[in-house]
């Protein structure tokens, strides 16, 4: 039989090689987690590449995949390596993304020429929904998503992550949007892609990453874990084939620090535009100076956020199993 599918293959100039050789590997922890319909929760890892600086970045992505087991869902890292897609990461993997240089930033755009050389790199929001999806992953925890840039009115800088929620049927858990961009155009266009985005808890506020409040209502809400599960079986039971997007506010403790980070990135915002800073480039550049602008008080804030992401979305992957068992 084999041999048919193969002559039938090669006759339309397709090669099996490719096919036998899957661009995609599954750490055996995350393939046998979803065998088993357990809970399963996939990271970004743009963040280590290009949004923290070495050891933070490691660091974090450590203690962000431990949470996301003692709350009882296994950790997907998504990341490319050497032409690879990763979907869960080792621990030598995890190392050699923190430590490199020259990585690429991955989104949608980047992925087949990042597997075509064999080049390595960080995937973005947009990326890792890609990857998750396509391994069967319905949960996914970042710190915050990218979005409409300020003046992207008539720059078109509009990040790639929300036409990928437009299109991807993901659940991305989130501190919202930073306020590096504009919050009311981002929430305007997940409305036109037909994004459901919802804040996690009982504020009616969309949270703005560093402060729980951005000055624009959020659509949704959800109350808890098990209503974020509900919302996700949902839209799955509709066959939406779009993505959610879960808003968790900064917890009251960290809270106090926003409106220190909050200057720093209006400071941060008129260097990047007086240099001239754009593309994919805009986004690491101001992450980088509010983090030296705050003397690293944004990068702590940073962690502490993607941490409590982490748990919120490791319950919300358990409540989604448990729903669907
Ligand atoms: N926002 C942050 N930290 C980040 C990013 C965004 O607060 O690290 C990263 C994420 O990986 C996101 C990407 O998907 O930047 C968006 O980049 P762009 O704006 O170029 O689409
Ligand atoms: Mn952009």
Redesign the pocket.
Known sequence: MLWRWTSILQRHGVSTLRIRHSVFKVHPSVSEALAENKPVVAL????IT???PYPHNLNTAKEVEAIVRAQGSTPATVGILNGRVHVGLSEEDLDFLSRGSGLL?V?RRDLAYAVSKGLSG???????MIAAHRVGISVFV??????V?RNGESTM?I???LTELGRTPIAVVSAGV?S??DIGRTLEFLETHGVCVATFGRSRHFPA?FTPHSGFASPYNVANSQEAAELIDSASCLGLQSGLLVAVPIPKEHAAQGQEIEDAVQAAMKEASMKDIR??D???FI?QRVSELTQGRSLQA?MALILNNAKVGSQIACALSDLRR
Do not use: C, Q, R, Y
């Open positions: 970004e890892s743009t963040i290009h949004g923290m930033k989104s960080g995937t973005t929001v947009s990326g890792t970042t710190g915050g998503i990218g979005g840039h800088d990040s790639a992550d930073k590096i961009l990453f593309g994919k805009v986004t690491p992450l940073n």
